[in-house]
């Protein structure tokens, strides 16, 4: 792993942001189907609020006021669909929030191009490069904020953000990633999957992976990126516990096989 410069300014940015936890305890909603059944007993109170991807599509949006707010996949910087959807969370925002992007140069200076002037969002990026090497140097450059482990799902990434913040108490909501069962190959060879969100308005349509992603993939691939994001959770278990920071993973049927389950 080459640390450049640009990395090197990111040094415990992560960890001084600290202090602007508002609770012990954050709820990290992922979009799955799963969330419908627990959003309504939601509420401000005592807790934070981080979400991901498209939750600005929903009507708890508004009602949540998430404290903090994180995008990864390249499409939401690259995609028309991606660049109207940062200019919704502009304009929607009323209220202090931070949004955690990746540490690519490109990506920061297009995200806070939009941003530019607002009072109430801001843009903080994360140093996503990898490091694979010894274990006690991948810990100390993931505390540090010079490393994170592989990602391969934006929940890695929000997990990540909120050990380093300090959190005592991270629950995760809508993170059932069973999208193995959604999985299909058409008559053309073409891999496609059925991907259903909490706020979608009907049923999802199955969808090749190129609809979906902008990119083909052979199920082979897709696979073994599921396998390296499981992976990165048992990583961040283990990252939490010597930071002190109880991960809970409060989704109904979740195949996620790292951190403590407890199902509201």
Known sequence: MAVHFYQLR???????????RSNATLRI???????????DGMNGEFVDYLVVNRHILSESYQTLKPRYYVLVDPHFFDSPEGLILLER?????????????????????????????SETVTVVPFNAMEYKGFRKVRFFLYRHNLSCPRIRNVLVAAIYTSICMKYQVIELYGVEHSWTKYLSVNDSN???????HFFDKK????????????????LYQILLMYADMFEAYLELEEFA??????????TKGS????FKRKVI
């Open 89 to 117: 969370i502009r304009k929607e925002t009323t209220w202090p929030m931070i949004l955690f992007v990746p540490s690519w140069q490109k990506v920061v200076k297009k995200v806070k191009n939009v941003f530019a002037g």
């Open 255 to 258: 195949l996620i096989d790292a």
């Open 29 to 39: 909603l992922g979009n799955g189907k799963s969330l419908n059944g627990v959003l």
């Open 190 to 196: 073409e891999v496609c999957l059925e991907n259903p």
């Open 241 to 250: 516990e010597q930071n002190f920071v109880e991960v809970v993973n409060c």
């Open 10 to 20: 990111l040094f415990n940015q992560l960890n001084r942001l600290e202090w602007k």
């Open 203 to 218: 049923d999802a349509e199955i969808k090749t992976w190129r609809e979906l992603f902008d990119k083909d993939e052979k």
